[in-house]
């Protein structure tokens, strides 16, 4: 059942650098196949720029099948678009509407800085990985399979929690451009099981304070991190973050 | 280990403060509640008069429990202040559109994203309110017998003041924005020391609710009640 095709206004943030004041342009595009991709219809549009000489719109992705994280910007106030447990590569032009003016803004948070339109700077992630999000006693050979009884509820919780692929969507969308569900999902996957166990206080420590030297927000628990995730990661991490946190405020590494 | 000083200064550390504060604000909340509630008995205060001058009869340990119940209103007030300005601080740039809720588990609403006006606007009531009757318990309130025994009419000058509509009115809007705090302040406070299990999250949430609906109609009830008298 194929749908008529659309025309559809684009309302996108154009940002020539990271000093840059940054406007917004708006862009029409006609014959918009409704079964396309939000990206797709970014790289329709760039054709168009390419050849007239303009700029092309910038903006981050890789896979195109909302699995790596790479994707992502505000589109109408929400963090990859209206739908949820979508990365707005994953987003199709069905769910707007025939002759909508759609606003596309970049991730804004004083800990992702622009780069160039739609494009910003997530490394501040990166940087609280490398704090600790991993475990570094040498665990030797693979171990005979289940010499490790995890059971199956905590070996659920903990895959639920590392199904986040960083894509910086809980800042995006949290008022405080808070990094907590992002921090949380890394130290409850760890934690919740024996292998990262051992050392999930002082990884706690060690991430929750690169998450504040970053520059994000503390998390005032609205959960709008949870229906802004592309992964539905929820907000329960950033509660058992806490408690590990604060585990490590008495114990002795 | 972590050194306090550094606990205290970390997202978490705050709001942990802030959640333990809180809580024992609620707590003091529902405490005074139903000591007020002794205002609707009809003995021409009576009751509400003897609950009073029980405090006093605390002597010197009134104010013991005074200045703790001010310093944990002063530290919730410093931090939900700071705790905010660092969180406007994380994001300089606003969306130039604004932001718009996906709804489902989120819980943003006009409630729970101003928490600090509603904050500062039970901070201007605790100091009118402070001085309206603590204040003027001292400087203003008569003396009554009751029993052959001299007491502080202390309920002669609530009665008094609710007689005027603009003070009704101004009590009334504190208990509903009482209850608009802690709409989303008492589950807030749960989540933000780990106090939490999806399980939980509903229920706690629910009761967070009912006492927020309680608290409210407790505090804007009993002024109205005396002003309909
Ligand atoms: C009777 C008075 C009050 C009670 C019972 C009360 C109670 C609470 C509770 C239980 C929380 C949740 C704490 C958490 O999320 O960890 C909270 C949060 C908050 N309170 Fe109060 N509060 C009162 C007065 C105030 C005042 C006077 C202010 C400031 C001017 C204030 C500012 C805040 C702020 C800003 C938050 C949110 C912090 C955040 O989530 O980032 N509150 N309050
Ligand atoms: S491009 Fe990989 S998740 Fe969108």
Not at chain 1, 105 to 117: H, L, N, S, T
Not at chain 1, 213 to 225: D, K, P, Q, T
Not at chain 2, 140 to 149: D, F, P, T
Request: hydrophobic share 45%; net charge neutral; charged share 20%.
């Amino acid at each position: 059942m194929a749908q008529e095709s659309m025309t559809v206004h684009l309302k996108v943030w154009r940002q020539s650098g990271p000093e840059d004041e940054g406007e917004f342009r708006t862009y029409t595009q006609e014959d918009v196949n409704p079964d396309m991709s939000f990206l797709e219809l970014l790289d329709v549009i760039n054709e168009d720029l390419i050849k007239s000489g303009e700029d092309p719109i910038e903006f981050d992705s890789d896979c195109r099948e909302g699995i790596c994280g790479t994707c992502g910007c505000v589109v109408n106030g929400q963090a990859h678009g209206p739908e949820r447990g979508t990365t707005v590569c994953q987003l199709h032009m069905r769910v707007f509407r025939h002759g909508e003016t759609i606003v596309v803004e970049p991730w804004r948070a004083d800990g992702f800085p622009v780069i160039k339109d739609l494009v910003v700077d997530r490394t501040a992630l990166d940087r609280i990985i490398a704090a600790g999000g991993y475990v570094s006693v040498k665990t030797g050979p693979k171990p005979d399979a289940n010499s490790l009884k995890i059971p199956k509820p905590r070996a659920d919780a903990a895959f639920d929690a590392a199904a986040c692929i960083g894509c910086g969507a809980c800042v995006a969308a949290c008022p405080n451009a808070s990094a907590s569900l992002f921090t949380g999902a890394k130290i409850s996957h760890l934690a919740m099981l024996p292998q990262g166990k051992a050392e999930s206080t002082r990884r706690a420590k060690r991430m929750v304070e690169q998450m504040d030297e970053e520059g994000f927000g503390a998390c005032s628990n609205i959960g709008e991190c949870e229906a802004a995730c592309p992964k539905e990661i929820s907000i329960d991490v950033i509660a058992r973050m806490r408690r590990e946190y604060l585990k490590s405020m008495f114990t002795s590494h | 280990m972590i050194p306090l000083s550094r606990a205290l200064e970390s997202s978490i550390g705050r709001k942990f403060v802030m959640s333990i504060s809180g809580i024992a604000l609620v707590l003091f909340v529902i405490v005074h509640l139903l000591g007020n509630l002794t205002l609707l008995v009809p003995d021409g205060g009576v009751a509400f008069n003897k609950y009073a001058a029980a405090f006093e009869d605390l002597g010197p340990f009134l104010y013991v429990i005074e200045m703790g119940l001010l310093a944990v209103i002063l530290i919730h007030i410093f931090w939900g202040v700071t705790v905010t300005l660092k969180n406007r601080a994380a994001r300089k740039k606003a969306y130039k559109e604004g932001i718009k809720t996906k709804g489902g588990p989120s819980n943003m609403t006009l409630l729970s994203a101003n928490m600090i006006f509603s904050g500062i606007f039970l901070g201007i009531f605790i100091v009118v309110h402070l001085w309206h009757f603590r204040v003027r318990k001292v400087t203003e309130a008569g003396k009554i017998y009751v029993e052959g025994q001299e007491m502080t009419n202390l309920y002669g000058l609530v009665v008094e003041a609710f007689q005027h509509p603009g003070w009704v009115a101004f009590y009334m809007a504190a208990g509903l924005v009482l209850g608009f705090h802690l709409r989303h302040g008492f589950w807030s406070a749960f989540q933000s020391v780990g106090a939490m299990k999806p399980e939980w999250s509903g229920a706690i949430n629910a009761i967070g609710m009912f006492i927020a609906v309680l608290l409210a109609i407790g505090f804007l009830g009993i002024p109205l009640y005396l002003f309909l008298m």
